[in-house]
C-alpha cells in the first residue's frame, strides 16, 4: 500500500556531507510527521530528526547545528542533510512516516534503511 524509498547513504570522510532523501508512495491521503532515525551496531534505535505536516523540525541534541530536516509536500519526500560528520554518526539511517491512507487509516510506516558510515 505505501512504500518508503530512502536513498543518498555511503561512505564519507569525517568533516564531509551527504544528503538522505525519502520518497513515500502508495495510496496516501495525507503525510503527517516524517523523519529519520538511525541505529549503530549494538545500539538502540534513535531519533535523529523531525518535521510535521506544519514544518515544525525536531532535533536530537546531538545533531543540533549539524543537520538539517526539510520536506517537499507535493512529493512526499523528506530530506536530511548531514553536514561535519562525526563517525560517531555512522549507522543505518531509517526514514520514518505518519500517513493517514485513503482508507481512512492512519499508519505508521518504516523505510528499509540506508547505511551512512563515516571514516575517522
Known amino acids: 500500500q505505501v512504500q518508503l524509498v530512502e536513498s543518498g547513504g555511503g561512505l564519507v570522510q569525517a568533516g564531509g556531507s551527504l544528503r538522505l532523501s525519502c520518497a513515500a508512495s502508495?495510496?496516501?491521503?495525507?503525510?503527517?510527521?516524517m523523519g529519520w532515525y538511525r541505529q549503530a551496531p549494538g545500539k538502540q534505535r534513535e531519533l535523529v530528526a523531525t518535521i510535521t505536516s506544519g514544518a515544525s523540525t525536531n532535533y536530537a541534541d546531538s545533531v543540533k547545528g549539524r543537520f538539517a530536516i526539510s520536506r517537499d509536500y507535493a512529493k512526499n519526500t523528506v530530506y536530511l542533510e548531514m553536514n561535519s560528520l562525526e563517525p560517531e554518526d555512522t549507522a543505518v539511517y531509517y526514514c520514518n512516516a505518519k500517513i493517514q491512507l485513503m482508507s481512512g487509516s492512519s499508519l505508521n510506516y518504516w523505510g528499509r534503511g540506508t547505511q551512512v558510515t563515516v571514516s575517522s
Open positions: 502508495g495510496t496516501i491521503f495525507s503525510v503527517n510527521t
